[in-house]
């Protein structure tokens, strides 16, 4: 039956999105000052695991960051409105469909990394970012909500910024997210 209508949708979306964490992953494999953390289960608030996974949780100098990597073909865009009278309001289009969602997957992503933390006694920034592979990206990095929307070549730049984080911070940091974030 599958030689005659091919693999299903599903698979094949879910073929990509590997093909997409595989490419983001190696780029980070050229961070120096930095510890990755690939695959990783997300815990319930009742501290049970759920099915859910986190790309990438990257320590760096300047805190964590949760990196979700997307491969979605077509042009990117960032489409704002309101403002002076009005609430702003921020979504993000890709080929023309409104995929804001990804954006507030990583939001919970975030939250969840910023309550692991929490009584760990690391008071440390936790952000997130959208990482395209593939995608027609805009010139001028953008942003929703805090959360950063860049390609590989992009995403290194804003990981490899200094901060106040030394190497025994990190792996300590490291540490405690494997531990509470185990492989997916």
């Known amino acids: 039956m599958l030689a005659l209508v091919g693999d299903p949708a599903q698979t094949k979306v879910w073929a990509q999105g590997a093909e997409g964490e595989r490419a983001v992953g190696e780029r980070l494999d050229w961070l120096d000052e930095a510890v990755v953390l690939n695959d990783r289960r997300v ?13 990438h949780l990257v320590i760096t100098p300047t805190g964590v960051w949760v990196i979700d990597a997307k491969t979605h073909r077509g042009k990117l865009e960032v489409r704002r409105s309101g403002g002076l009278f009005s609430p702003r309001v921020e979504r993000l289009f890709i080929n023309g469909r409104d ?4 954006i507030d997957g990583v939001r919970r992503q975030v939250d969840a990394v910023a309550a692991g933390l929490r009584g760990s006694g690391f008071d440390v920034n936790v952000r997130g970012a959208l990482c395209f592979v593939g995608t027609e990206l805009p010139l001028i990095d953008q942003e929703i909500a805090g959360i950063a ?9 804003l990981l490899r910024r200094p901060g106040p984080l ?9 540490a405690q997210l494997e531990e509470h974030f185990p492989p997916a």
């Open 99 to 102: 995929r804001t969602g990804l």
């Open 149 to 157: 929307i860049r390609g590989r070549r992009g995403l290194l730049k």
């Open 166 to 174: 030394g190497v025994a911070q990190l792996e300590q940091l490291a």
């Open 43 to 55: 815990r319930r608030p009742n501290g049970r695991l759920s099915r859910a996974n986190i790309d």
